[in-house]
């Protein structure tokens, strides 16, 4: 099925350990990002790509890395989580002008 | 970036109209609103978005104020399923820096009763 696919759907962490999120569209999409989402809040940006090799920091950069070295593909990595990490983790991808296409998300937790 | 606010929560009773307002005063000229929304905790849902003139799809209508300084989404017959957070946002077009960003707010908790 077209869309946007994150794996894990689940993820328990402790503190100080690294992990890599998984994202991955198959809509030939431009643009992908990352979002973090709190409990009763809004989704916050986090890394965002405009193409193969290009990225670039959102709202609340620290603490992840991103690469996007095809244009299906762009992984987040948590360096080294921390308990303020634990959230629901959103990747979007889009066409230049188009609507957003999200994933299911990422729960992780650090305890 | 212009930012938006929205009412924290609206009802609307099955079958009849939901009119979801957004404020946007900052917007500049070509700056985009776009309209999402996120049923319980799924990912958010795009839903339509415009420029200037109102907009039409199969799940809604949206309104532009002339100054642009407003909006209003409409969704014709409210269906239970339409229970979600709502979320208003402008998105600076594709240039620069910039390109394909979306930063969300709150959003409009809309709660469709039977």
């Known amino acids: 099925n077209a869309g946007v696919t994150q794996t894990p759907k689940f993820q328990v962490l402790k503190t100080g350990q690294s992990m890599t999120l998984q994202c991955a569209q198959d809509?030939?999409?431009?643009?992908m990002s990352w979002y973090r989402q709190d409990p009763g809040m809004g989704l916050r940006l986090i890394h965002y790509?405009?193409?193969?090799?290009?990225?670039d920091q959102g709202e609340v950069p620290n603490g992840y890395n991103v690469s996007r070295s095809t244009t299906e593909d762009f992984p987040l990595r948590l360096l080294s989580a921390a308990p303020s990490q634990t959230s629901v983790y959103f990747c979007?991808?889009?066409?230049?002008?188009?609507?957003?296409?999200f994933g299911s998300g990422t729960r992780l937790t650090v305890v | 970036d212009a930012k938006t606010t929205q009412p924290p929560s609206m009802d609307c009773a099955e079958g009849r109209a939901a009119n979801l307002p957004c404020n946007h005063s900052?917007?500049?000229?070509?700056?985009?609103v776009y309209w999402y929304r996120q049923i319980h905790s799924q990912g958010p849902q795009y839903i339509i978005h415009?420029?200037?003139n109102n907009e039409t799809n199969e799940m809604a209508s949206l309104i532009i104020t002339e100054d642009r300084k407003s909006s209003t989404l409409i969704l014709p017959h409210a269906t239970l399923r339409d229970t979600a957070v709502y979320y208003c946002?402008?998105?600076?077009?594709?240039?620069?820096?910039?390109?394909?960003?979306?930063?969300f707010g709150r959003g409009t908790q809309l709660t469709v009763w039977p």
């Open positions: 979007a991808s889009s066409s230049r002008g188009g609507g957003y296409t």
């Open positions: 809509m030939n999409h431009e643009y």
């Open positions: 790509s405009v193409g193969a090799g290009i990225t």
């Open positions: 900052t917007i500049s000229g070509n700056e985009y």
């Open positions: 415009g420029l200037k």
């Open positions: 946002i402008v998105r600076v077009p594709d240039r620069g820096s910039t390109l394909g960003r979306l930063y």
